[in-house]
């Protein structure tokens, strides 16, 4: 297995761990330090997956679930590809990773047991689907625009249309869980979950790009989100001199 | 240089994306992945199980908890992920026991769910385990170290019911006892 070295993760880039207009961070967020683990660690190692796993529908997420079904329906919604590149901090591509997504239906609507939102199901909808990334680090999925819902965190809170990203990269510590959104939404400025984030410029960094060169005519429209994984860093000494 | 894309919440419908055969959508994919020890594990046969706790003490329902080890070799790595189970929050891995490579033998595990803005990187360490005195990371949790260390409850109960050890790994998300967290 290889070993390397990450660069320091950016804490203050990401959400803060209590960000107390998300509710349920308040009950869920450590309120000690995070322990720093320096040098070779097992988290700089993780988990390859094999291409052959992957199914011909796993990224297509209009036909996936009618076709596990063995129907060829179509979920009902604005039709997009979504697609973008995996690279590194230091803008290397990351080929043969696994991204995994997961969404609302076009009404807002998760099929989820634990759902309770009063849109419908899509009766041709599942909502999750999965790709590896190709030799330049590109991913592409087909599907469905999700809908906005209102979610139990205030008196009448929604999240903007959102798709839910799972990345691994090739080492644990680099595993990130994400979430695009849509360029235009005007519900990001209202969406506590997203405004955890206290940089502008990271929150940019989640808002999928209208692509209309990649849309198909007379099909589908296009978004492009580009996912960044932690880089590699110099290695670090063991043995360094004091006072080095 | 690039800036790390910011994390986000995985949210209470992890599973729909990660496991979705656990949320009831069958047949997209063959199975869930990282459900089942790969064939060509090697080593002793260990169950890993626990609860998460809120700081209200309350159970963590939603969760979701992936696991990364080296097998009893030390040669191949080892990926499962597990939900901690909608009704009574138990997450449960059946595991090998992993060899000591970088340190005593753990388990390193990430937990995502509504909730948590960035995913939470902790470890699994032995009790009765001689090398835990010299791991790195257990010496710099210094008092703290307790919350790394899985207990083994009931042996005689493992051994007549399963057949292997059942280690029992609790993790609490803030307050008394909070598990200590991992910037690594």
Redesign the interface.
């Known amino acids: 297995m290889k070993q390397r070295s990450l660069k320091q993760r950016d804490y203050d880039w990401h959400p803060q761990a209590l960000s107390p207009d998300y509710k349920s961070s308040i009950l869920r967020s450590p309120t000690q330090p995070l322990l720093r683990v320096d040098g070779l660690a097992s988290e700089l190692d993780g988990p390859a997956f094999s291409p052959d796993v992957i199914g011909p529908l796993d990224h297509n997420l209009i036909q996936n679930y009618a076709a596990a079904l063995g129907s060829n329906g179509e979920a009902i919604g604005p039709r997009i590809i979504v697609h973008g590149r995996v690279v590194d901090e230091n803008n290397r591509a990351v080929p043969d990773t696994l991204v995994e997504v997961w969404q609302a239906n076009a009404g807002g609507r998760y099929r989820h047991i634990n759902e309770g939102y009063i849109a419908p199901l899509d009766e041709n909808f599942g909502g999750c689907g999965r790709c590896m990334t190709d030799e330049n680090g590109c991913y592409r999925f087909l599907t469905v625009q999700p809908g906005a819902y209102p979610f139990p965190n205030g008196p009448n809170t929604w999240r903007p249309a959102h798709i839910h990203f799972s990345v691994f990269g090739t080492a644990f510590a680099q595993r990130l869980i994400t979430q695009m959104y849509f360029e235009g939404d005007p519900l990001i400025q209202h969406c506590a979950i997203l405004n955890a984030i206290a940089d502008p410029k990271a929150v940019q960094a989640l808002i999928g790009r209208l692509d209309m060169e990649t849309s198909v005519p007379m099909d589908c429209l296009a978004y492009r989100f580009d996912i960044v994984l932690r880089g590699e860093g110099s290695t670090p000494f063991e043995n360094r001199m004091e006072g080095n | 240089?690039?800036?790390?894309?910011?994390?986000?919440?995985?949210?209470?419908?992890?599973?729909?994306?990660?496991i979705?055969q656990y949320?009831?959508?069958?047949?997209?994919?063959?199975n869930d992945?990282g459900c089942a020890l790969p064939a060509d594990a090697q080593g002793t046969l260990i169950r890993l199980g626990g609860k998460i706790f809120?700081?209200?003490h309350?159970v963590?329902k939603?969760a979701l908890v992936?696991l990364?080890?080296?097998d009893g070799d030390g040669d191949k790595?080892i990926?499962l992920r597990q939900p901690t189970d909608?009704s009574n929050g138990f997450y449960q891995f059946d595991t090998v026991m992993p060899a000591a490579?970088?340190?005593a033998p753990?388990i390193?595990l990430?937990i995502?769910?509504?909730?948590?803005?960035?995913?939470?990187?902790t470890?699994v360490y032995f009790p009765d385990e001689p090398k835990n005195e010299h791991d790195?990371?257990l010496t710099?949790?210094g008092k703290?170290r307790d919350t790394l260390i899985s207990t083994r409850p009931d042996p005689e109960e493992d051994e007549s019911d399963i057949g292997f050890p059942v280690y029992r790994f609790d993790i609490r998300?803030?307050?008394e006892r909070?598990?200590?967290?991992?910037?690594?």
């Open positions: 240089m690039l800036k790390e894309t910011p994390s986000q919440t995985a949210g209470p419908y992890v599973h729909i994306g990660c979705p949320s009831g959508i069958d047949g997209i994919y063959p992945p809120d700081g209200n309350d963590v939603d992936e990364w080890q080296r790595g990926w909608l490579v970088l340190g753990h390193c990430w995502v769910a509504r909730g948590i803005n960035l995913g939470l990187h470890r790195p990371v710099s949790a703290r998300l803030q307050g909070e598990t200590v967290f991992l910037n690594v």
